[in-house]
């Protein structure tokens, strides 16, 4: 390969890698982060139209595996969003979520995958801006990481699941 075909796939590299438009799925629970991604859209806040939401009653219903089959599936990124810690209409629910993302992490970590592809925030129903600037920053973040490059090949058992 000569060198002026080099400097052209390069530059075409960074060309697909500009238009990289990152797919963010983001689960909220039913009671306060979905409120609070429903009111970022009444009060018509500005975010990315890079997030598709799925509605659970609790942000503890979020097992680990959904956000790796999400990823395995194609999504760039995954936001996890729940009620504030004590605000849990399901009295311990944020926190089991919060448990199980740090299992989510090391999982992440043992599979090669950057962890600033998965976060978890808490939202109430009163927080639209909150919701929407984290929606933009994740889709700025996941921009800069590039698409994601986890494969099915990459969980051939759940066994590196186990703790």
Same mark, same amino acid.
């Given at each position: 390969?000569?060198?002026?075909?080099?400097?052209?796939?390069?530059?075409?590299?960074?060309?697909?890698?500009?238009?990289?438009?990152?797919?963010?799925?983001?689960?909220?629970?039913?009671?306060?982060?979905?409120?609070?991604?429903?009111?970022?859209?009444?009060?018509?806040?500005? @975010? *990315?139209?890079?997030?598709?939401?799925?509605?659970?009653?609790?942000?503890?219903?979020?097992? *680990?595996?959904?956000?790796?089959?999400?990823?395995?599936?194609?999504?760039?990124?995954?936001?996890?969003?729940?009620? @504030? *810690?004590?605000?849990? @209409?399901?009295?311990?629910?944020?926190?089991?979520?919060?448990?199980?993302? @740090?299992?989510?992490?090391?999982?992440?970590?043992?599979?090669?995958?950057?962890?600033?592809?998965?976060?978890?925030?808490?939202?109430?129903?009163?927080?639209?801006?909150?919701?929407?600037?984290?929606?933009?920053?994740?889709?700025?973040?996941?921009?800069?990481?590039?698409?994601?490059?986890?494969? *099915?090949?990459?969980?051939?058992?759940?066994?590196?699941?186990?703790?």
């Amino acid at each position: 390969m000569s060198e002026v075909e080099s400097v052209q796939r390069a530059g075409e590299a960074k060309a697909d890698i500009a238009s990289f438009d990152p797919r963010i799925l983001v689960f909220t629970c039913n009671w306060c982060s979905y409120a609070g991604a429903d009111l970022a859209g009444t009060s018509r806040l500005q @975010h *990315p139209p890079n997030a598709r939401i799925i509605r659970t009653m609790c942000s503890g219903r979020i097992d *680990p595996i959904f956000v790796l089959e999400a990823l395995r599936d194609g999504a760039d990124g995954v936001i996890v969003t729940g009620c @504030h *810690p004590g605000d849990c @209409h399901y009295v311990k629910g944020n926190f089991r979520a919060e448990k199980r993302f @740090h299992f989510l992490k090391m999982a992440l970590k043992k599979l090669g995958v950057e962890e600033d592809r998965v976060r978890l925030a808490w939202i109430s129903a009163g927080e639209g801006e909150k919701f929407s600037l984290l929606v933009k920053d994740m889709v700025n973040r996941v921009k800069e990481l590039g698409p994601s490059s986890f494969k *099915p090949s990459k969980i051939k058992s759940m066994e590196v699941l186990t703790p």
